[in-house]
Nanobody, 122 residues
């Protein structure tokens, strides 16, 4: 069974840094674009950053210059380096893969991880 497993969340002071990881496990042949989304209490889930299989990236304006998304295709893993964190970055962060192709040839679309909590507070 394919899974996306996030890690790296936690409590950090304003101005601090965290690095999130999302590893896809299971019998995976290839993964399309991967992204990080976040959802704060009472708010809608929003895209934070996205990276294509070829490495093209895009970010929401509020994190540009502070967050960096990267991926290791050999490890089926995507990362989110978060620097200069602000209290408004507090949310549950979710990993997403828009397409997963399994070794059996099946395709799963819009795959989500379980989320990891990021809290920025003094």
């Amino acid at each position: 069974q394919v899974q996306l497993v996030e890690s790296g969340g936690g409590l950090v002071q304003p101005g601090g840094s965290l690095r999130l990881s999302c590893a896809a496990s299971g019998s995976i042949s290839s993964i399309g674009a991967m992204g990080w989304y976040r959802q704060a209490p009472g708010k809608q889930r929003e895209l934070v950053a996205r990276i294509t299989s070829g490495g093209r990236t895009n970010y929401r304006d509020s994190v540009k210059g502070r967050f960096t998304i990267s991926r290791d295709n050999a490890k089926n893993t995507v990362y989110l380096q978060m620097n200069s964190l602000k209290p408004e970055d507090t949310a549950v962060y979710y990993c997403n893969a828009d397409r997963l192709v399994t070794l059996r040839g099946g395709t799963e679309y819009d795959y989500w991880g379980q989320g990891t909590q990021v809290t920025v507070s003094s």
